[in-house]
T-cell receptor
Framework: DQQVKQNSPSLSVQEGRISILNCDYT??????FLWYKKYPAEGPTFLIS?????DKNEDGRFTVFLNKSAKHLSLHIVPSQPGDSAVYFC???????????FGKGTSLLVTP | DTGVSQDPRHKITKRGQNVTFRCDPI?????LYWYRQTLGQGPEFLTY????????KSRLLSDRFSAERPKGSFSTLEIQRTEQGDSAMYLC??????????FGPGTRLTVL
């Protein structure tokens, strides 16, 4: 049972435009959400996160939005850069320090 | 480099052989996690330790899998009698406080 879903396997965006990656979850016990970025042959790297008590968190070019009622979150990257090309994983956990539940990932390609 | 390290980075083995992977977490991180990632999927939780105690195991961790963290520092993951379905990337992550887990580069296992 996939509790975290990323329904878009891939996304292609032009450099300078906005990239929007979406994520849905089913478990209402999740209280913290994270986005990880992964390059081939490397482990996931933490990007940005958001607590369930907030609806937005921003860090430079990256902003995560959380809609609890819809059980939906999104990652916005503005402006997109070719170096952002990677697989992005949405993850969620129910308690601090517990295991993360990951989506299947969205492969982002930013073209010049 | 004080990040999470994993050894080996790649392992090719024949079906039926035993393999062992090692993870060295970030120093003083008391929690250590093992995940498995197969093609087209996100990382899936296998097990985690708090210090030397193994606190949770996923149903994915069959009897052929065993993990240890004998002194609460590094951890090993052993797979006995490997099967082709065990081919995957095995990821280790560590955590001390806050919200994000820090991942190592992974060990890619190929079972022939």
């Amino acid at each position: 049972d996939q509790q975290v879903k990323q329904n878009s396997p891939s996304l292609s965006v032009q450099e300078g435009r906005i990239s929007i990656l979406n994520c849905d979850y089913t478990n209402s016990m999740f209280d913290y959400f994270l986005w990880y970025k992964k390059y081939p042959a490397e482990g996931p790297t933490f990007l940005i996160s958001i607590s369930s008590i907030k609806d937005k968190n921003e860090d430079g070019r990256f902003t995560v939005f959380l809609n609890k009622s819809a059980k939906h979150l999104s990652l916005h990257i503005v402006p997109s850069q070719p170096g952002d090309s990677a697989v992005y994983f949405c993850a969620a956990r129910a308690n601090s320090g517990y295991a993360l539940n990951f989506g299947k990932g969205t492969s982002l390609l930013v073209t010049p | 480099d004080t990040g999470v390290s994993q050894d080996p980075r790649h392992k090719i083995t024949k079906r039926g052989q035993n393999v062992t992977f090692r993870c060295d977490p970030i120093s003083e991180h008391n929690r250590l996690y093992w995940y498995r990632q197969t093609l087209g999927q996100g990382p899936e939780f296998l097990t985690y330790f708090q210090n030397e105690a193994q606190l949770e195991k996923s149903r994915l961790l069959s009897d052929r899998f065993s993990a240890e963290r004998p002194k609460g520092s590094f951890s090993t993951l052993e797979i006995q009698r490997t099967e082709q379905g065990d081919s995957a990337m095995y990821l280790c992550a560590s955590y001390a406080w806050g919200n994000e887990q820090f991942f190592g580069p992974g060990t890619r296992l190929t079972v022939l």
